[in-house]
């Protein structure tokens, strides 16, 4: 037969070189299917070993306060169940899915109802939520009681940063507050002590959040909303905002400082200590004037008189959006700035006071920032041009909606002298 | 019977026949009604030749006319749109001589059947078949007009309900709800339980339904909502008394309220006092001050903590709520001292800044009774430091709580 012919050995070729494609495609398929699948186990085990981290500061596993533990000694159990249940379902379901994939059978006849099976899938997740539920609503409870607490700060949020303030009270410590103690970014408690919050927010609603310490609670404007804190050890623990609440919600970072004892009295006592103004012909005293012509109408430091000897008053209400800026009396006590969102501390010096055992942990935190220590890169940029830093809506030309009102700090206009000038000053501030 | 053309001069000559009758009815200008006269005159002339000539009729022996003019086409369908645009037409001309709105109405009614006509002309061209060119005309327009339709459908009945909602008292709206939910929980209950039931049934009940709600929004509406009473508050009394000092004095001298300021007057001010809410909508989590019986003012923050403080703190720049509570034996209302604030006032017709009082009250308040004062201090209180408060103890400085009228019932607030 003539190869040209139809079912001759042209025709036969065709047929082995379909077959051959046909080999060829069902290779590739397959080698790229095992590439996604190599991708995904790559990817999948990423995001779980992204869950490991040791030094993680803000994980809701490794409670360090009573308030905390409770809601892990609930989360533990809970998630353990909830664990055995998802494996199963997810095991029934791809056994199903497998054993009886469409392979051309014929589609096998439809029954409807199992009364025994319904109502026994039914009972049984009823009796697993009834379970969880029992402790649940226990450990809510317990967490709302507020009866035991012995020191009280007012925690309130604002577009993008935590203020706390320290109202006269008889608690704390002994012989209580005398005086009211306004800080923010760093929260200063009593290590095992339990402390009263009462948050609110002047401006959205925020939603304060120490996961190693105590669950979430929002802050809504016009409200005041009860949380019980508490920390073990003395140490540092971090948080975040956990309610959106604008541009820089990413940036309203908060910590608190767990003192023991003795060093919350002394830190204390030098936030209520008179203010001592800089050495006259100093840098420090020249950017104690600069503070007074460009940060001191928002930003307030308590005693800081003007030329005449009068009190200077900050008026925030007049150029921010929710009324207040932080209070910078003893700025360097504290060791971030701009929200929590930058350190004050050089890398070293900040590790030697986050990793510092709980027995050393109170002395380095009450060193504050030292000039050795000062990390002033960032507060240079920031005093620079802080919007460029942190974005706060700062453009002039959009504040039409909080009628001129800034949402957080302008850009200023500083020289690199009145800057200069201006970390002197801040750095005396302690 | 009549041609195109004969129709279309019938037409403007009742047109024009209507318009001089109306203007010459409503309007005195003779010219003017003298002018459509004539135009009516001209018009019924064309129209009564044309119908004796016959033009533009088809003679029967004529093969070629019978398929293209236009009396030979098939006729258009019935179409409402041409009177709705008619009607968006004459809402705009009426809208722009009376209320701007509702050229906005008249401009939608304008371009909604615009376009419904435009789209139902242009399918009428698609074919000979008259099914076919309806299909198209659904095809095109039904993805618009039914979603369009339902929102417009289902706020008329949302607005009709509110106004239902508005004219009934509050109780008996809270019931009419539960019983309107009850209703519709009911139906759909019987509905779900036939196991078969046509489709005009449901389509009707959901009309009469709708229609009822409808019926019952444009009767309340048109009766308008029930009384909601508006108070003013002591904030505006106090404002008047700063903002306008000279009127304010008159109005004291007339014996129409006290001559004090009212966040310092222990006297009833008719407008402010009479009637006022006393209803506590917020009692969580906010700041108590009480006056006991021995005149004496005292406060409880929210929290447990006993501060054993003698003043209240609250944050600054923070709208915080007070409760009063007036636990005493009389008629009192709480007042707080925030020392004072400049005030821009027109005098003599020009604006200038004063120092004025920077206080807040509650209405005068009976035994017994709570209202609740929001507290705003954007100053700091120790900015006060050595000024002394003159509604505070003798000498003091700082912020306030006082009663008028009870001399020993003062409370610091303390501001941070």
């Known amino acids: ?430 | 019977m009549f041609t195109t053309g004969s129709k279309f001069l019938i037409g403007a000559s009742v047109v024009a026949l209507l318009a001089t009758v109306i203007y010459g009815v409503g309007q005195d200008g003779v010219l003017g009604t003298v002018g459509l006269a004539s135009a009516t005159v001209g018009l019924i002339a064309l129209t009564v030749l044309n119908a004796i000539l016959r033009d533009s009729n088809v003679f029967l022996d004529d093969e070629a006319p019978v398929e293209t003019t236009a009396a030979a086409q098939p006729a258009p369908s019935g179409s409402v749109w041409p009177l709705g645009f008619a009607f968006g037409a004459v809402v705009v001309a009426v809208g722009l001589v009376s209320y701007q709105p509702i050229v906005v109405i008249g401009l939608v009614a304008l371009v909604a059947t615009g376009a419904e006509w435009t789209v139902q002309a242009w399918a009428e061209r698609a074919s000979r078949d008259g099914v076919h060119n309806a299909a198209v005309r659904s095809r095109l327009s039904n993805s618009l007009e039914y979603p369009i339709g339902a929102t417009v459908a289902a706020g008329i009945v949302v607005y009709a309900f509110s106004r239902v909602m508005l004219w009934l008292s509050k109780t008996n709206t809270t019931i009419a709800f539960a019983v309107l939910a009850m209703v519709v929980l009911a139906v759909g209950f019987i509905i779900a339980n036939r196991r078969s039931l046509r489709t005009g049934t449901v389509g009707g009940v959901m009309a009469v339904g709708a229609i009822a709600i409808v019926a019952a929004g444009a009767v309340t509406g048109v009766d308008g909502e029930r009384d909601i009473p508006v108070f003013e508050t002591t904030a505006v009394w106090q404002d008047e008394a700063i903002m306008h000092p000279a009127e304010y004095a008159e109005g004291a001298a007339e014996g129409k309220h006290p001559a004090e300021l009212i966040c310092e007057s222990p006297e009833e001010f008719p407008e402010a006092d009479e009637d006022v809410s006393q209803t506590v909508a917020n009692k969580s989590g906010a700041y108590q001050v009480f006056l006991s019986e021995s005149g004496e003012l005292t406060f409880d923050v929210p929290g447990p903590i006993e501060t054993g403080a003698t003043g209240m703190a609250i944050p600054r720049s923070n709208p915080t709520n007070v409760i009063f509570r007036n636990e005493s034996n009389e008629h009192r209302r709480l007042s707080v001292d925030l020392g004072t604030q400049t005030v821009e006032i027109e005098e003599g017709g020009e604006t200038v800044e004063v120092e004025a009082p920077h206080q807040l009250c509650t209405s005068l308040i009976e035994p017994g009774g709570a209202q609740l004062v929001t507290v705003v201090a954007s100053v700091p209180s120790f900015a006060n430091d050595g000024i002394e408060n003159p509604n505070g103890p003798p000498g003091a400085d700082g912020y306030w709580f006082f009663v008028p009228g009870v001399e020993t019932a003062t409370l610091e607030l303390i501001v941070p």
């Open chain 1, 1 to 430: 037969m003539s190869p040209l012919l139809p079912g001759g050995n042209h025709d036969r070729t065709r047929r082995r070189d379909a077959s051959t494609a046909t080999s060829v495609a069902s290779v590739t398929s397959k080698s790229s299917r095992v590439r996604v699948a190599k991708g995904a186990a790559i990817v999948g085990i990423g995001a779980l070993v992204t869950g490991c981290a040791e030094n993680a500061v803000q994980d809701t596993f490794q409670p360090a306060g009573t308030n905390a533990q409770e809601i892990d000694d609930l989360a533990r159990p809970v998630f353990y169940i909830a664990g055995v249940v998802g494996v199963i379902v997810l095991g029934v379901v791809a056994y199903v899915v497998f054993r009886y994939r469409d392979r051309g059978q014929p589609i096998p006849e439809q029954t409807h109802g199992k009364p025994a099976l319904e109502i026994a899938l039914t009972i049984l997740p009823a009796l697993i939520l009834i379970g969880v539920a029992i402790p649940t609503v226990g450990t809510i409870m317990a967490l709302s009681e507020t009866d035991d607490t012995e020191c009280v700060v007012n925690v309130t949020g604002q577009q993008w940063w935590w203020e706390f303030d320290y109202p006269v009270q008889d608690g704390c410590l002994p012989g209580g507050i005398t005086e009211p103690i306004v800080t923010s970014g760093q929260m200063v408690i009593p290590a095992d002590m339990n402390v009263l919050i009462r948050g609110t927010s002047r401006d959205v609603i925020h939603s304060f959040w120490i996961p190693r310490l105590n669950g979430k609670r929002d802050m809504v404007p016009g409200r005041v909303h009860n949380l019980r804190m508490q920390a073990n050890e003395p140490g540092i623990y971090a948080g975040q905002c956990a309610e959106f609440c604008g541009l820089s919600h990413a940036n309203m970072r908060m910590e608190v400082a767990a003192l023991t004892p003795d060093g919350f009295a002394e830190w204390v006592e030098n936030q209520v200590a008179d203010y001592t103004p800089p050495e006259e012909g100093t840098l420090a005293a020249e950017g104690e004037a600069s503070f007074i012509a460009n940060c001191a109408r928002c930003h307030q430091v308590n005693g800081l008189e003007d030329d005449t000897g009068n009190l200077i008053v900050s008026r925030p209400d007049l150029q921010v959006y929710p009324g207040a800026a932080p209070n910078l009396t003893n700025l360097m006590t504290r060791n971030t700035f701009a929200g929590a969102t930058w350190s004050m501390l050089r890398p070293g010096c900040r590790a030697d006071v986050w990793e510092a055992p709980s027995d050393e942990f109170t002395d380095r935190y009450l060193e504050g920032v030292t000039p050795d220590c000062f990390a002033e890169i960032d507060m240079r940029e920031w005093l620079r041009n802080a919007p460029a830093k942190k974005p706060m809506y700062a453009d002039p030309e959009k504040l039409e909606p909080t009628d001129g009102l800034y949402r957080g700090m302008p850009y200023l206009a500083l020289s690199e002298d009145q800057i200069d000038q201006l970390l002197a000053y801040l750095l005396e501030l302690k």
